[in-house]
Nanobody, 131 residues
Framework: QVRLVESGGGSVQAGGSLRLSCAAS????????ISWFRQAPGKERERLAG??????????FEADPVKDRFTISQDNAKNPVYLEMNSLKPEDTAMYYC??????????????????????WGQGTQVTVSA
């Protein structure tokens, strides 16, 4: 069983920064693809970034709408997955989630962008950006 716990959300003014953390536990082979999503009220859940991590291989990606401001990282497979968010805007206000699943390679991690593509989810952390 995989467990994901997000932290680091909060309230910040526009232009500020936050670093979200996703602490994962459980079978590492079942969570070699971890992604960050967000969902604002009335909107669909949107994937922001992902990381594929396995013995001897790691790759990361950020979605085009946020890649100039958000960065996903992980020091090693035992450490949390971080989402560094800079130059925050009021439209970044949302609940932020991390999700995990098992994939065969990094390419499969990239194409998993839907909520239904991930078996494991955290409870979310709220980010509020004021103008």
């Amino acid at each position: 069983q995989v467990r994901l716990v997000e932290s680091g959300g909060g309230s910040v003014q526009a232009g500020g920064s936050l670093r979200l953390s996703c602490a994962a536990s459980g079978d590492p082979d079942s969570r070699n693809c971890i992604s960050w999503f967000r969902q604002a009220p009335g909107k669909e859940r949107e994937r922001l970034a992902g990381i594929y991590s396995t013995t001897g291989a790691k790759s990361t990606f950020e979605a085009d709408p946020v890649k100039d401001r958000f960065t996903i990282s992980q020091d090693n497979a035992k450490n949390p997955v971080y989402l560094e968010m800079n130059s925050l805007k009021p439209e970044d206000t949302a609940m932020y989630y991390c999700a995990a699943d098992r994939v065969e390679n990094g390419g499969q991690c990239i194409v998993r962008f839907r909520q239904a593509d991930f078996a494991y989810w955290g409870q979310g952390t709220q980010v509020t950006v004021s103008a």
